[in-house]
């Protein structure tokens, strides 16, 4: 067995694993993994930014897509992507002949070995709730329950409704601290800790955002500078499914304010091309849960935020 990163050669392989690994996923979440392999298609057709800091090794580069290779075929996969405070593992997949034989679990030693080395203190992935066999994996590797997060599809029209009079505006250069104070405080210590750290502006990367080109706004409610509620609209263009953030309320917004925010963002996904909006929402935003199910979104399953510490003396998150 062959372990090494990416080429441009695995991507006609590597789009049909994925097509046949993440499919049920995708069509729970509202997303297209098959995307993902489109751009990287883009990135490693010429020697731009990524391919050299993936050439470079350890030192450079935000993202770490590794193979594993057998005979000429694709036998795994793992990405790894590193954020500020953690580094965030998917695209974990065995091709069929070569599973039960620990391709896996030395995609992900090394994912791990490499964030360590670039000194991120945790490393974070999601699993379906239903897929025991991974979990067992993660499990066995030190892997600890951090959050339960659920999916939610609007698949009705969706560029209807933009509340103006409700409030719901683009977020200004005054609202950015207070709406992480008002992001950090919607969520456990433990995630804070894990995801978010000690920085100061509110979360935007994907699993995937090295290789795609996302456009997003940043949506809120309140005066400028005291924002009550806050929700990002975030779109591929390639694509047909609109994504938002699990929006994030202050008490003080009343239930059409918070419904008027989340209208907004769907409008703007509309104007954008969406057919369908998806959204991950943790299972502690219970307030969320609520609006988006009286707009119409409805749960289409549910995934489990898993942590290991990995630098020493780091802890539990």
């Known amino acids: 067995m062959i372990y090494r990163s990416v080429r441009r050669s695995d991507l006609p392989a590597l789009e049909r694993e994925i097509r ?28 731009g930014a990524l391919l050299w800091a993936i050439r470079r090794g350890l030192h450079a580069s935000s993202a770490y897509f590794l193979v594993a290779q057998e005979g000429g ?22 091709s069929p002949p070569y599973r039960r034989r620990g391709v896996a679990r030395h995609l992900l ?19 379906q709730t239903t897929n025991l066999p991974a979990r067992k994996l993660y499990q066995s590797r030190g892997y600890l329950p951090l959050r339960s997060l659920r999916w939610f599809l609007h698949d009705g029209p969706i560029g ?9 505006r683009a977020a200004q250069e005054e ?25 100061d502006r509110l979360p935007r990367s994907t699993a995937s955002e090295p290789f795609q080109r996302a456009e997003s706004v940043s949506w809120c409610l309140g005066p400028v ?7 990002q609209s975030i779109w591929l263009p390639p694509l047909r499914v609109g994504r938002i953030s699990s929006p ?37 935003h219970e307030d969320s849960v609520r609006e988006l199910t009286s707009l119409g979104f409805h749960p289409t399953g549910e995934i489990e935020t898993l942590c290991r510490p990995l630098l020493r003396g780091g802890g539990s998150p």
Do not use: C
């Open 160 to 168: 209807e409704g933009r509340d103006e009079d409700m409030g719901a």
């Open 73 to 94: 075929e694709l036998a795994g996969t793992t990405l790894l992507t590193l954020a500020s405070t953690h580094a965030y593992v998917s695209v974990v997949m065995t």
């Open 248 to 284: 994030v309320f202050a008490p003080e917004a009343s239930p059409g304010a918070r419904r008027g925010l989340i209208r907004q963002a769907m409008a703007w996904l509309g104007e954008h091309g969406a057919q369908k909006v998806a959204a991950e929402v943790p299972r502690y």
């Open 20 to 47: 046949r690994n993440f499919a049920e996923e995708d069509d729970r979440s509202g997303y297209d993994s098959v995307e993902l392999v489109r751009g990287l298609n883009r990135s490693l057709r010429f020697p």
């Open 175 to 199: 609202d950015l601290l207070p709406l992480w104070r008002l992001w950090l405080a919607s969520h456990p210590e433990e995630v804070r800790r894990a995801l978010f750290g000690d920085g």
């Open 225 to 231: 500078g005291r924002p009550t509620g806050y929700v």
């Open 109 to 127: 030693a090394w994912a791990e070995e490499i964030a360590r080395r670039r000194g991120r203190p945790y490393v974070v992935l999601d699993v």
